[in-house]
Structure formats: structure tokens, C-alpha cells
């Protein structure tokens, strides 16, 4: 039997590992999936480092505490980490998806959508998927954290390791910028802004 660094059996960590965190692989996904812009590729690679790097920091995970938080906080920092990088490189262009773009027959490969982009942008709609999307990483990860992943303001300021009141302040402003985004959308719906 192997023994880790706070002598535990590595069996232990590996049952944690199976019966806390892996449960959390689809609210994980559903996450990075938002924040990549609906990218599954980027989305499974994130959920993929995310249980990596949790697996090699299991022995610093309490068991029975909230798995589902340790592990955004996890992903919300590789995602940053990626961003930071990304930012900070000239933008590359994949020649191997244009050429395979080019070879396709007309449309076919243009035509294509995901189901599971499908199953979101319908349960939201193109203009509220499209809206979140636009709004800045900050702002984005609040109410993706908030209202589409249901964690409370204390929740949300662990993971994105920020006072409460940043938290409310980011989500207040979010849901404004939310609210002018799809004002006029609203309005074409039978809506009226009765303040």
C-alpha cells in the first residue's frame, strides 16, 4: 500500500478522489463551457487539468467539506492562468482547421453545432447566451458562479479568492450591464422597464 505525504494510505485519497470529486464532473464542465464560449475541446481540457491538479493536491483537500467549490476554485484559476497567457501571445492560427475547413463539403462543416451548445443556447436563448459572453471575465464568472451554478456570495468569494462585497458589487454591475444588453430584446418580447 502507498503512503503519501501526511501518511494516509494512497487508497484513501483515491476513494476521495472517486466518491467527492468526480461527482462534480458535470457542473465542472458546464462551467468551463461557459467560460471558454462554448468551446467543448477548451471546456474538456479544462475539467481535464482541473481533476489532474486536484489528484496531485489531494492530500491538501478536506474530506467532507464542499468538493464542488475546491474543485471550481481549481478550474477558475487554470482558466485565469490560460487567459493570462493567451493574452500575452500573438494570436495563432490553426492552418490544419483551415485547410480541413476547405475540404469539407460546402456548409457541411459550418452547419455543425454541438448538441450540448444547442441544449444551452435553447434553455437561455441566443441573445442571454450571447449577452453573458460578452461581458467581461470578471463580470462573467459572477453570475456564471451565481446564477447559473447557484453558489452563495461566501462560496463565490472563495473560489475567486475576493471579499463578499466584491462579489455583490461584481454581480450588481454584471446584472446591469446584463440588463442594458438585453433591454431592447426584452422589449421586442412585450416587456416594459416599469421603474
Known amino acids: 500500500m502507498l503512503v503519501m505525504a501526511n501518511d494516509k494510505p494512497h487508497t484513501d485519497y483515491e476513494k476521495v478522489f472517486e466518491d467527492e470529486l468526480l461527482p462534480q464532473i458535470d457542473a465542472l464542465f458546464t462551467f468551463a463551457y ?7 475541446e477548451d471546456a474538456n481540457d479544462l475539467v ?14 478536506h474530506q467532507g467539506t464542499n468538493a464542488k467549490a475546491w474543485l471550481f476554485r481549481i478550474l477558475k ?22 485547410i480541413h ?10 452547419s455543425y453545432l454541438d448538441l450540448r451548445q444547442e441544449m444551452f443556447q435553447n434553455m ?34 472563495k473560489i475567486l479568492d475576493i471579499p463578499i462585497g466584491t462579489v455583490r458589487s461584481r ?11 438585453l433591454k431592447e430584446y426584452a422589449e421586442s418580447l412585450g416587456y416594459e422597464d416599469k421603474r
Open 77 to 98: 484559476n487554470i482558466f485565469i492562468n490560460q487567459y493570462r497567457k493567451r493574452s500575452n501571445q500573438p494570436q495563432r492560427v490553426d492552418y490544419e482547421e483551415i
Open 48 to 61: 481535464q487539468e482541473t481533476y489532474f491538479k486536484a489528484y496531485k493536491a489531494i492530500d491538501r483537500y
Open 34 to 40: 461557459h467560460l471558454t464560449n462554448y468551446r467543448e
Open 124 to 157: 437561455m436563448g441566443d441573445e442571454v447566451t450571447n449577452a453573458i459572453n460578452s461581458l467581461p471575465i470578471a463580470f462573467r464568472v459572477v453570475i456564471l458562479l451565481c446564477d447559473i451554478e447557484g453558489f452563495t456570495y461566501e462560496e463565490i468569494s
Open 171 to 181: 454581480l450588481h454591475r454584471a446584472r446591469n450591464l446584463l440588463k442594458e444588453k
Open 101 to 110: 475547413y476547405h475540404d469539407e463539403e460546402t456548409g457541411t462543416y459550418a
